[in-house]
């Protein structure tokens, strides 16, 4: 028997001599208080799945007037129309997602209210992705007061459709470092059936804070690719 074998079975013995020796000297005696709890398992750093905010019974949204939070699934169906309030890339990076995933999807940075017949006519869900961008808005002629107007009025027509109007930022926290960001972000959220973000960009619970406090279902994902995910062609 090598070194190690000997090693390991001398520890053995000396476990089941000290188990032997706690067993009987407990024997008899009335049972002393149980030991602490061990500490539960470290948060997964997996991505965090669709849920309804904890401590809330689905009953519907009540700010957007839209779909009720109790029919949402925990999926996005598609086929999708996108847009994005301050003419970031968002919309984009949700639009390839889709397409990859095989989800029927349009993006059109300037969409009208008017239009959602002629563009989208199939379209099921409307995402708004939030965050802007100087240079976008200044080539497309816009400011984020004229997006804000924009996108409100695309929102309320998309519910007159029945379709589900979605909050969405994916671009983590440098869509969220000025006024207009914000500006952004505060229009939406309140239009919206479901929140859709990126871990990066609800890291201080911005979103999460805001689902939770108004009863909104929110997907949280690890990245904007992992959206994907949550896409469903039905």
Known sequence: MNFSKKLAVSLLALSMTASLAACSSGQGSTPSAAPSAAPSAAPSTAPVESTTPAGNTPSGNENSGGASSAEFDGKLHGPFVMTTCGQSTGSVMCHMVATQAGVTSTDEHQ?????????????????????????????????????????????QAAKDKGMVVVCAHVEGMSRRTDANDQASIDAILPLADVIVCVEESDSDGLFSNYAQEHGIPIITAKDTLSLSEYMTAE
């Open 111 to 155: 969409l009208l209210a008017d239009e959602l017949d002629t563009v989208a006519p199939d379209a099921k869900t409307l995402i708004i992705s939030t965050g802007t961008s100087g240079k976008g808005m200044g080539a497309a002629g816009t400011d984020v007061n004229d997006e804000i107007d924009r996108c409100t009025a695309v929102a």
